[in-house]
């Protein structure tokens, strides 16, 4: 059932809401972007819907939510170990299409691989809800069309902003309280309200059926070599991305007592296939380039059955290279089809 | 929370054996059952963690052979017998041993590649009637370098082991040369009934690969084994994958055909 109510109206129902969910959207820092006098419009908690942004694509992705960049697997003493203590809150996250999508694939990695799903992941994945926000148009460097990834039913609240009117349809009978203890008293109105999804992106790609080995000496990726500086924007902007490092730390006033924790992992940064003895893998820019190519568009998609990207664009938008994802892709299916280079 | 695989338990050292300056074996008190070939997450808290091969097992035991490498081996290094460290695991698979019944088998180890086929050699040794040859070639950098002297020597008396090392000294009387030399002159009437299994760095695998394939070793007859970073061996971490490929489940032990499309 859909809703339209004034954002005033719309801020009872999230002050009810934060009784039972922490909730998470992108919001502006301003101030904090890259280059001075620029804003960062990044995921953080909300409190109101004035505080939610609309008309801007995040840098990070919604990910942090159950798969922090840091996060504390267990304390220990001499002799024990403790496991943090998790909010029983639940989380409610507003995310577009390709980033609730990319849970999917997230949910491969941490739930389905290996012989047990990943507990950290579990506990929070559980208390996961979604609010869809709609893309009215795709944001520069999108391509969530070409991926797939541009349409979803996983969502249990719709809300569109529209001037200082809100527009909330409820996909989930969990929430159809929430609202209808509201209609009684307020100006509420039932409206017909139906998700909107974009439908072609400015970006598009055709992804090659078949990428394997061959592929791997091609004189394409040396360009990479040259031109990518290993920051690991990329990786840390993306959705899907969900490789982690273990790090242990020791208190500086407490020696024997410390912390387990896992913190993410970036495949383009120096060291990731670093093992004592200092024995590594993939040692150029053009290689790791490689590998995360082949995982997002061949090698996820042998083991789980869809492609790992998303088609968000956030790595292109943050690359300082302005490398571009898709393109690389392209180039692969212009080879694929015998075309030059 | 439910069952947390990343929760390591605490394992009392037993015997710690200086194999070389660098290479101790440490034998922990542990009920866990390892397969030959497997790997367990060691970790010392507030230092860290890393994959260890089991190098042997037996009933309530579980023995690793490591070496002073990094952050976390230097400290192992310090630590004494009836002192304790953290496992978790065991991880990965192991070595198809059903697969090497009736046939000749020959184990190439290099350096530390020893470790995980230790309890491999064992195995055979102990029921050399399994297969109709068992021998073992290991290769290490010097005379100094050499792991298991003592088992060497026991091995040596009941079956064919050859021990080379890349340099000698004047003390040493034994092989010199490269492990490849010492495949290179082997003679199998039937290649086709020989398994062969290859464990040591990459380029020492590679190469001693090349060598047995040339000798007529079909390739499905081949087994090798990986190492690679490992944060997690559960399949999640995402260091060791290598095209849809995760070393900690799939591996470390693969096939050759399987191994051979491995391209980092």
């Known amino acids: ?341 | 929370m439910a069952q947390n695989p990343y929760l390591p338990h605490k394992v009392k050292i037993l015997e710690i054996k200086r194999q070389t300056k660098i290479d101790y074996t440490f034998k922990l008190e542990s009920s866990i059952k390892p397969d030959n070939g497997q790997f367990v997450e060691v970790s010392l808290p507030k230092i860290g963690e890393c994959p260890i091969s089991v190098s042997d097992f037996g009933d309530g035991w579980i023995e690793m052979t490591i070496r002073r490498v990094g952050k976390v081996t230097n400290v192992l290094h310090d630590l004494k017998e009836g002192d304790h460290m953290f496992i978790r695991g065991p991880y990965g698979n192991g070595f198809p041993l059903q697969k090497y019944k009736d046939k000749h088998l020959v184990i190439a180890a290099g350096g530390t590649g020893l470790a995980p086929v230790k309890s491999v050699v064992n195995y055979f040794n102990d029921r050399l009637d399994l297969v109709k040859q068992l021998n073992l070639l290991t290769g290490f950098k010097s005379p100094e370098d050499v792991l298991f002297k003592d088992e060497l020597e026991a091995w040596s008396k009941d079956f064919n082991v050859t021990v080379t090392v890349d340099q000698g000294n004047k003390d040493w009387t034994g092989n010199v040369g490269l492990i490849t030399g010492y495949v290179k002159v082997m003679d199998f009437p039937n290649p086709e009934e020989v398994e062969v299994i290859v464990v040591g760095p990459p380029m020492m695998m590679k190469f001693t690969v090349q060598e047995f394939l040339k000798l007529g070793v079909p390739e499905e007859n081949i087994t090798v084994s990986f190492e690679r970073k490992m944060c997690c061996g559960l399949g999640k971490c995402g260091h060791c994958k290598i095209d849809d490929t995760y070393v900690c489940l799939e591996g470390p032990v693969f096939n050759y055909t399987k191994a051979k499309e491995l391209i980092d």
């Open chain 1, 1 to 341: 059932m859909g809703y339209q109510m004034s954002t005033v109206e719309f801020n009872n129902v999230i002050s009810k809401l934060l009784l039972d969910y922490r909730i998470l959207a992108p919001v502006c820092l301003e101030g904090k972007g890259t280059f001075s006098g620029t804003d960062l419009v990044t995921y953080g908690d909300i409190e109101r819907i004035q505080d939610v942004v609309f008309d801007r694509k995040t840098v990070y992705s919604a990910k942090e939510a159950v798969f922090p960049p840091s996060e504390t697997m267990f304390y220990f003493t001499e002799e024990e170990f403790k496991q943090p203590s998790v909010d029983q809150k639940g989380i409610l996250v507003f995310a577009r299409p390709c980033d609730i999508n990319a849970f999917k694939r997230l949910d491969a990695i941490y739930l389905e691989s290996g012989p047990y799903p990943d507990p950290y992941y579990l506990q929070l994945r559980e208390k996961l809800k979604f609010v869809l926000m709609e893309c009215d148009h795709g944001f520069k460097n999108c391509f969530c069309a070409s991926m797939g990834t541009n349409e979803t039913s996983d969502f249990s609240l719709l809300v569109r902003s529209e001037g200082d009117q809100i527009f909330c349809l409820i996909n989930d009978t969990g929430f159809e309280d929430l609202i209808s203890e509201s209609l009684a008293s307020n100006s509420i109105r039932k409206v017909d309200l139906q998700p909107g999804f974009v439908q072609r992106n400015k970006t598009r790609l055709q992804i090659p059926d078949k990428l394997d080995n061959s592929l791997f000496s091609h004189p394409l990726w040396q360009e990479y070599a040259s031109r990518c500086t290993g920051c690991g924007r990329c990786n840390f902007s993306c959705p899907t991305c969900s490789c982690f490092t273990m790090q242990d730390l020791f208190y500086r006033d407490n020696p024997s007592c410390g912390e387990r924790r896992r913190v993410w992992a970036s495949c383009m940064i120096e060291g990731y296939t670093e093992m004592a003895g200092g024995q590594e893998v993939r040692k150029t820019q053009g290689e790791r380039m490689r590998f995360k190519v082949m995982h997002k568009f061949s090698d996820f998609k042998k083991r789980f059955g869809f492609h790992m990207c998303v088609g968000c664009g956030r790595c292109d938008d943050v690359c300082p290279e302005y490398i571009s994802l898709p393109r690389c892709v392209q180039k692969l299916q212009e080879i694929k089809n015998g075309g030059v280079r």
